[in-house]
T-cell receptor, first 114, second 111 residues
């Protein structure tokens, strides 16, 4: 089945130690998103790629970076994780063409910062 | 991002009753809306969407209503079942490819 895959599902890192979260998709969608979701809160958009074009949200901290080496993969890099970065990180994809279409979400990676 | 808010953070309904979950959005330029269901520990799951040129859309047991005059969305779930217990989010597409989520409503179905 076509899907959005996130690895790992659970990630533990230390304060200040760089960490990378991975997302892959088999949907061949041209847009990929990263959201941060803290407990009992709504997903918050960090940034997205439209093809190779990177679009950062204005309030996304510089500590968060992203890479999209090809259509299928997108990475979230947290350069120096702080305790406040502990959250669920959700990857999503959509196909943008004429009109706007739904997003498909992966299962998320839960990040713990020690 | 733009503000998309929900009127009720929690909702409890009896099994078999209908549920109505509300959402207010702030930007009249938003032209596409999605309702998501999120179960604990999982990613949001698409339920139904609606474009701004419509005021009602029906799916299986779910109906979304859009009132652009007052910038309000609602999700109606008919004959609510225990499996419907989850957090429900509305999301608006404001411009380009960005989607912004509302606060969320936690729905509990009482057997």
């Amino acid at each position: 089945d076509a899907m959005v895959i996130q690895n790992p599902r659970y990630q533990v890192t230390q304060f200040g130690k760089p960490v990378t979260l991975s997302c892959s998709q088999t949907l061949n969608h041209n847009v990929m998103y990263w959201y941060q979701q803290k407990s009992s809160q709504a997903p918050k958009l960090l940034f997205h790629y439209y093809d190779k074009d990177f679009n950062n949200e204005a309030d996304t901290p510089d500590n968060f970076q992203s890479r999209r080496p090809n259509t299928s993969f997108c990475f979230l890099d947290i350069r120096s994780p702080g305790l406040g970065d502990a959250a669920m990180y959700l990857c999503a994809t959509s196909r943008q063409g004429p009109g706007i279409n739904e997003q498909f979400f992966g299962p998320g990676t839960r990040l713990t910062v020690l | 991002g733009e503000s998309v808010g929900l009127h009720l953070p929690t909702l409890s309904v009896q099994e078999g009753d209908n549920s109505i979950i509300n959402c207010a959005y702030s930007n009249s330029a938003s032209d596409y809306f999605i309702w998501y269901k999120q179960e604990s520990g999982k990613g949001p799951q698409f339920i139904i969407d609606i474009r701004s040129n419509m005021d009602k859309r029906q799916g299986q047991r779910v109906t979304v209503l859009l009132n652009k005059t007052v910038k309000h969305l609602s999700l109606q779930i008919a004959a609510t079942q225990p499996g419907d217990s989850a957090v429900y989010f509305c999301a608006e597409n404001l411009t380009g490819n960005q989607f912004y989520f509302g606060t969320g409503t936690s729905l509990t179905v009482i057997p």
